[in-house]
């Protein structure tokens, strides 16, 4: 069994959430199950081979569980990229669009400076609106986005191209769900 197949499996898809003709991506199964975890955190950190970066900037709130997981095991820092209203300190800020509405993202604009590289991560690329805020708000603080890495890639709804548009860093994921 490959490892994308064998990850597969602990993803449910859920029809019509949040709302109608919207085919949801639950990874709970995926951290639930220990093994699983494991294996995805193993694999995204295989994915960051051969990049140097210092920071790790990851999306509220799923993003969070793989992104501090992966510094964690990569001795990197966590950058949080929060939804509004939950930081502090005075920050950066983001608005972007998703396939099912908008949201904002935010940073503490003492969170990274000039001299960090940073690899942005997110449980999902979907249609790329928040990894690129994400990427923005790195740049936003002069620091330099390397890498952008997902558990899992929706390539129909065209992610990778949205990304494009703001940065020319590689984009990596390791399961994608094609046409469904």
Known sequence: MTKEKYLKQFIRTIPNFPKEGIMFRDITPTL???????????????????????????????????GSALAYKLKKGVITARKPGKLPLPGHRCSYSLEYGENTFEISKDALNK??????????????????AMIKLVKMSEATPVLSIFYIELPDLKGREEIKKVSDIPVRSLISFEGD
Request: glycine residues 8%.
């Open 32 to 66: 639930e199950d220990k093994d699983a975890f494991q294996v995805v955190i193993d694999e995204l950190a295989k994915l960051t081979k051969g990049y140097e970066f210092n920071k790790i900037i990851c999306a509220d709130a799923r993003g969070f569980l793989f």
């Open 115 to 132: 001299d960090d590289k940073v690899l942005v991560i997110d449980d999902l690329l979907a249609t790329g609106g928040s990894a690129s």
